[in-house]
């Protein structure tokens, strides 16, 4: 019995953490794999590292039937998620959707346990909102996604559920906003980029910025730890589940908790990006609910532990190197 992780960036390097941490040895898939990015946060002694590609049906199929694979997490998705889509809508389509079907079909044929993808709050905030006052037969009734990204996602997440009705894939998505956290290669969206830059410029003693706007933020090893709970709790009543922090922050309170754990610190605030056209006004967080009461998820890093999780890494890189 072997975990796939397909995609070894940002989130899927910490899922290898957390399945080593359960004593599994998970085999790791990925296009252009990043070994030294990837040997920073889990053991590369203790996974299987292979190489291939997503959108090559036989790539998957190979190392689903040498692994003898039973379960599949899947985060592979286009570089720079919304930003990158805006930029390059039809390789963005092609992975995240046609890459994710190869996975669905190849989950199918070879009567995999569970399948996992990671999917993403822009199905909350990238939406032209519904008209119509919801009447069913009218054409505005339901919002549709307004970036290529959430569209994606979305396509995603609705074929995963038709192969679970129509082939009884057991099938979950797991719904991240911007997940920030250790990682030294390539990898993540515009926030993910944007808190990287930020942290790295204070600890080099150097001026930094981060945007005004508030933004919903997860602590890339609970983003990791939802999808590793969604590939092994049992007994589920639902397939699509809010992972995340509970909390939304502005660019001001985070530039000031980082002031507070790295004296000195000098973060400004900065114009807001406007990579993918107007940018939603959030609110509120995700509600967490349903993940707390079935796959008994718990946020493990609030925004001060996660600040100060995530500096730490970077002072042990340096000592590394
Ligand atoms: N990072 C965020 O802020 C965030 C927020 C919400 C949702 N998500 C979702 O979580 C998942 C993981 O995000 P991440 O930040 O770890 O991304 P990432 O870019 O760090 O990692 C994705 C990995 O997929 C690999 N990949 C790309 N094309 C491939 C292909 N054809 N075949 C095999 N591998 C391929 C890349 O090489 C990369 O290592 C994605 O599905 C993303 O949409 C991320």
Same mark, same amino acid.
């Given at each position: ?11 899927? +390097? ?59 997490? $899947?985060?592979?998705?286009? #570089? ?28 199918? @044929? ?10 993403? +709050?822009? @199905?909350? $905030? *990238? ?17 549709? #996604? ?13 074929? &995963?559920?038709? *192969? ?44 930094? +910025? ?19 709970? %969604?590939? $092994? ?18 660019? !001001?309170?985070? %530039? ?7 004296? &000195? ?15 939603? @006004? ?8 349903? %993940? ?5 998820? !718990? ?23």
């Amino acid at each position: 019995m072997a975990i796939l992780i397909i995609g070894a960036g940002l989130i899927g +390097s910490q899922i290898a953490r957390l399945e080593v941490e359960r004593g599994q040895r998970p085999v790791i898939f990925d296009i252009s794999p990043q070994p030294d990015a990837l040997a920073a946060v889990v053991d590369l002694d203790t996974i299987n590292l292979v190489q291939g590609d997503l959108l090559n049906p036989l790539d998957l199929v190979n190392v689903v039937r040498r692994e003898a694979v039973t379960r599949i997490i $899947h985060t592979a998705a286009n #570089p720079f998620l919304t930003e990158g889509a805006q930029k390059n809508p039809y390789a963005s389509i092609r992975l995240n959707v046609l890459g994710t079907v190869n996975v669905l079909e190849t989950a199918r @044929l070879f009567s995999i346990e569970r399948v996992v993808m990671c999917s993403s +709050s822009v @199905l909350y $905030h *990238y939406l032209r909102a519904a008209q119509d006052e919801g009447s069913p037969m009218k054409e505005e009734a339901y919002p549709r #996604p307004s970036t290529f990204y959430a569209s994606t996602k979305q396509a995603a997440e609705n074929f &995963g559920l038709n *192969y679970a009705d129509a082939f009884g894939l057991d099938f979950l998505a797991v719904r991240f906003p911007a997940v920030f956290g250790p990682w030294s290669g390539r990898g993540g969206g515009g926030p993910t980029n944007r808190i990287r830059a930020m942290i790295e410029r204070v600890l080099r003693g150097e001026e930094s +910025s981060l945007p005004a706007r508030l933004t919903e933020l997860v602590y890339s090893k609970d983003a990791a730890l939802g999808a590793v709970q %969604a590939c $092994h709790e049992e007994g589920l009543k639902s397939r699509v589940f809010n992972i995340g922090m509970g909390q939304i922050w502005s660019g !001001q309170q985070v %530039a000031e908790m980082v002031g507070e754990i790295v004296p &000195g610190a000098q973060v400004k605030i900065a114009p807001d990006p406007r990579g993918a056209g107007p940018l939603p @006004l959030m609110t509120q967080p995700m509600d967490l609910s349903r %993940a707390r009461s079935e796959l008994r998820y !718990q946020p493990r890093f609030l925004m001060r532990n996660a600040i100060i999780d995530y500096v730490n890494f970077y002072r042990g890189l340096g000592k590394r190197s």
